[in-house]
């Protein structure tokens, strides 16, 4: 077969090939520990009774605060979590692609997209930050360090809420493993308490892995 012909006739595998979408990559927030080092800090975390909502509000932790420029929290992490993130002066993000970890689905509209507290701010406050500093909660609430921001969709971040993983977990079964790991690093770092069913979950969660 002559060049040209091997060339032609190859040419609606090589246009298949190209055609064909890469997988969206999942949003990997820093800091997210190993398996074997999210069951050590597990281990280290107080297991204490739920504690009071007594004086909770999400003023107390001051979020979204000025991150460069005219970028805040969210916006910073909207472009971090996206692929292909085009934003405007203000720094809103006017296009780009977002794969939410929680439920595998993929936005190309930034207002489907929610920035999650992986430990929600009242969870927070019911295990240790009601006694924090004002200071110390804006810290929390805006920390791009450890594992507590991520892009996700909005109706599934929603529906989560304040909840801790034995009463909610991502629909998407195998991010699970990765869940968990976020959610005990992000409560070691704070020195957070937990529940025991709470520990019970999070133990399951982590056997995943």
Known sequence: MSLTLFTLAMLPLASLVSSSPLPMPMPTPPGIPSGSTARSQLAALSVM?????????????PHWSTVSGSCN??????????????????????????????????????????????????????????????????????DLTNPQL????????QAKGDKS???????????????????VRVKYVYDLTITSAEKSALTSMLNTC
């Open 165 to 183: 993983p034995d009463q909610w977990k991502p629909p998407l079964a195998s991010y699970h493993c990765t869940y968990a790991r976020m959610w």
């Open 150 to 157: 991520i892009a996700v969709t909005d109706n599934v971040n």
């Open 49 to 61: 009774p739920t504690g009071s909502s007594d004086g909770y509000s999400r003023e107390k932790f």
């Open 73 to 142: 929290t969210r916006e910073t992490v909207l472009k971090r979590d996206g692929t292909n993130v085009v934003t405007n002066s203000a720094c809103a993000a006017t296009s780009g692609t977002w794969k939410s970890p929680y439920d595998g689905a993929t936005w190309t509209l930034a207002s489907d997209i929610d920035i999650d507290h992986v430990v929600p701010l009242a969870n927070a406050w019911r295990s240790g930050a009601s006694a924090w500093t004002t200071s110390r909660r804006q810290q929390f609430a805006n």
